[in-house]
């Protein structure tokens, strides 16, 4: 999944620099059909771009548990933790949803 998501990042990427460029904005027809690219794509890559910033999020909640020595401080990470799996399993099949073909 992964991969594929890394992929239509580079896409995305790819698009932008193609709108970007003053020959095809004089085409309006070529622009019209990348700009409908563009959009469909880029539900998805804002989603991953939130999924990966949630990831690190995790992590470092993860980190502090095992690092903190405040136990107040480690039941808070623990309920942040909680938290913040719950919305990446959410993310996670939103995003299986947005790769299945249309």
Not at 8 to 23: Q, S, T
Not at 60 to 81: C, F, P
């Amino acid at each position: 999944m992964i991969d594929k998501l890394n992929s239509i990042v580079a896409k995305c990427a790819e698009l932008e620099k193609k709108i970007a460029d003053p020959d095809t904005i004089k085409d309006r027809d070529r622009y019209k059909k990348i700009m409908q690219e563009y959009s469909h794509i880029k539900e998805t890559t804002d989603l991953y771009e939130q999924y990966k910033i949630l990831l690190n999020e995790i992590e470092d909640a993860k980190t502090l548990i095992e690092e903190e020595d405040d136990l107040e401080m480690r039941e808070m990470a623990k309920e942040e933790l909680s938290g913040l799996e719950d919305k990446s399993e959410k993310m996670e099949q939103k995003l299986k949803l947005l790769l299945v073909p249309k």
